[in-house]
Nanobody, 120 residues
Framework: QVQLVESGGGLVQAGGSLRLSCAASGSILSINTMGWYRQAPGKQRDLVASITSSGRTNYADSVKGRFTISRDDAKNTVYLQMNSLKPEDTAVYYC??????????????WGQGVLVTVSS
């Protein structure tokens, strides 16, 4: 059993910053790519940013230069630093990761989601 717990969401004014955290716990042997997705009301869930186990990052064009993804493997945690936030960044943000469990199974895990609201 593996769980992801997200934190750091909230209400912020346009131009402000937030930092999201996602901590994995449970029967973890290793963690592969970690990522953040978001889903705005009435829209599909889209990738925001991802980071591989070697540290390679990938960003959606809409957040390049404003968001930074990072990970702390000692804490099994991934972060998303969001700067210069815009109203269109308003969404529920979900953490996702690929995990190799202690039973040598490879599974994908989703967090419960955290709401980010950016006011104009």
């Amino acid at each position: 059993q593996v769980q992801l717990v997200e934190s750091g969401g909230g209400l912020v004014q346009a131009g402000g910053s937030l930092r999201l955290s996602c901590a994995a716990s449970g029967s973890i042997l290793s963690i592969n790519t970690m990522g953040w997705y978001r889903q705005a009301p009435g829209k599909q869930r889209d990738l925001v940013a991802s980071i591989t186990s070697s540290g390679r990052t990938n960003y959606a064009d809409s957040v390049k230069g404003r968001f930074t993804i990072s990970r702390d493997d000692a804490k099994n945690t991934v972060y998303l630093q969001m700067n210069s936030l815009k109203p269109e960044d308003t969404a529920v943000y979900y953490c996702n990761t690929g995990v190799v469990t202690t039973l040598y199974r490879i599974i994908g895990v989703w967090g419960q989601g955290v709401l980010v609201t950016v006011s104009s």
